[in-house]
């Protein structure tokens, strides 16, 4: 849960058309090198070791959590461009394919009819689509809010942008975040986000939210699921107290008809509401599987210490996926069921997804996770972590704690960063063909956030597919546009075309340089904009050039479910 939750914010404000997401026999696993890690048995020694690099084939409010953070000065783009050894063209990656060119197709009947003239061409650029392993040198074309045509021949256009030397992607969706505030948004554009979508769960009536940002405008596409928690509070049921057979289902009744008023699923959080027994997650998985909606959860246990372990906390969901055949989405894995096991976390989903069953994950790019000291997650925090005051550090500033400034900040209940997850469970995540991007946060003011709020999707191209080559450009950016749009598409129609650079798909494109390309947020200033993202189109609408944000362009629509 991030310092942005209102909950936390008391003053923070028929048929179904178009093809359908793939279902349990072909989990969300695209990949463009197709490379795998073979997960399981074994890779314990490896989490535990931490930064070993892996190189083998596929063989088939106030909460944060988070990883590590550059604390000091941040990089200039010109120290990522010096520093950087790859040649001027794509970072190192493996060069765009050659050859015949076939444009991937969503919807032929939306293509530039001959004679036609596009509104917008980006011309010269490398054009990557995630889902079918498109990647080549090429124009695209937009006319409204779709793409209409991609070609490496001319396209007759009224406006030609030149993407020489950049990417041209799908917009990046970040389907871990929270609900719009009129501020996070822009720092979000910033790294290349044309989709935000609070799957933790939004603390507000469905009808309410869609209602209040489609009025009030935003820059990128918004959404969110129902909120278990949020909803046993409006019953009168307190987070740590059980609710018994009759409670469990008014609860699941309240859930059912926010699904039914937009919502995109159903987020639950057993750690930071342990009232919560299995009885009701399973009750949880019944209704997602009844509605055809993604169960997303923060896992129950953050720890590897007894009484409640980690290893347990991601067992239940297996078992509520099997035995409600739910979608089951675990939520920030490397802070919250793989935290320190991370080979073992992977090797449990992917056996269950070969079992059939179906399960992705998310994770955040950083070696910390950040809460108020008072919270229950820093109860024995040194034995639960095996960390000490060193690897603590306050937000908004650049030093870290000793046993003396502790006791000052625990006084305050300061929001404080614990370098508390070994490099080597997010790089391993990193590689696993069913995982997601998601920064579960959205910049606030005063700046209290973790600095994954405003720096989640371009380090992650930068630091683990640029400078650690762990995985490809298109596995990156797999992560970050066509694996959450399937997920999110088992709900809504809508997302079946996005994420997805190709002709008849909605026109969210980022265009990025990947040489330059990166976050510069701390904790003590998560206030920075990611550099090398160059534009930003939502809907095929301009909100970033080279310039900056364009803040009168507004055109983010409402995702929504539609089970009404």
Known sequence: MDVSDPHHNPSAPGPRPG?????????????????????????????????????????DGVIVEGTQVRTGEAPTAADTDASSEAPSDFSGDSPPAEGQFEAPVLDASKRLAPGQTADVVFTGGRIIDPETGFDRIGNIALIGTTIVEISDQPIPANREISAGNLVVSPGFIDMLSYSPNGYGEWWKVADGVTTNVGMHGLRFDASSFYGRWSEAGVPINFGG???????????????????????ITDISRAIEAQVRAGYLGIHVQPEYAPGVSTTEMMEMGRLAADLDVPLCVHARFSDNIEPGLQSEATGELVSVARETGCHVHIEHLNSTGGTGRMADALGEIEAAIAEGLRMTSC???????????????????????????????????????????????????????AF?????????????????????????????????????????????????????????????????????????????????????????????????????????????????????????????????????????????????
């Open 19 to 59: 093809p359908r997401p793939r279902r349990a026999d072909d989990p969300i696993s695209h990949t463009v090198d197709r490379r795998k890690v073979v997960f399981g048995l074994g890779f314990g020694v490896v989490a535990a070791a931490g930064a070993r690099h892996l190189d083998t084939t596929l063989t």
């Open 225 to 247: 699921a129902v909120h278990n928690s949020h909803v046993r509070s409006e019953l009168g049921y307190p987070p740590d107290s059980n609710a018994e057979d009759s409670q």
């Open 363 to 417: 994770m955040y790019p950083y070696e910390f996770w950040a809460t108020t000291l008072k919270s229950a997650r820093f109860r024995d925090w040194q034995e639960k972590f095996g960390i000490s005051y060193e690897d603590l550090q306050v937000a908004g500033t650049n030093v870290r704690l000793n046993a003396d400034t502790f006791a000052e900040a625990l006084d305050g209940n300061l929001l404080t960063a």
């Open 420 to 564: 508390a997850i070994p490099p080597g469970d997010i790089e391993l995540g990193m590689q696993a063909p069913f995982m997601m991007i998601g920064s579960d946060a959205i910049l606030e003011l005063p700046h209290n956030n973790h600095p994954r709020s405003t720096g989640c999707f371009s380090r992650t191209i930068a630091e683990y597919s640029r400078n650690k080559g762990l995985i490809s450009l298109g596995d990156a950016l797999a992560m970050m546009t066509i694996r959450p749009a399937e997920l999110l598409g088992i709900s809504s129609p809508q997302m079946t075309r996005k994420g997805r650079m190709q002709i008849g798909a909605d026109a969210d494109i980022t265009v990025f340089d990947p040489v330059t390309i990166a976050d510069q947020s701390t904790i003590e200033n998560p206030a920075q904009e990611s550099v090398g993202v160059k534009y930003v189109f939502v809907n095929g609408t301009e909100v970033r050039n080279p310039e900056g944000n364009i803040t009168s362009s507004l055109p983010g629509v409402a995702i929504r479910s539609d089970r009404a």
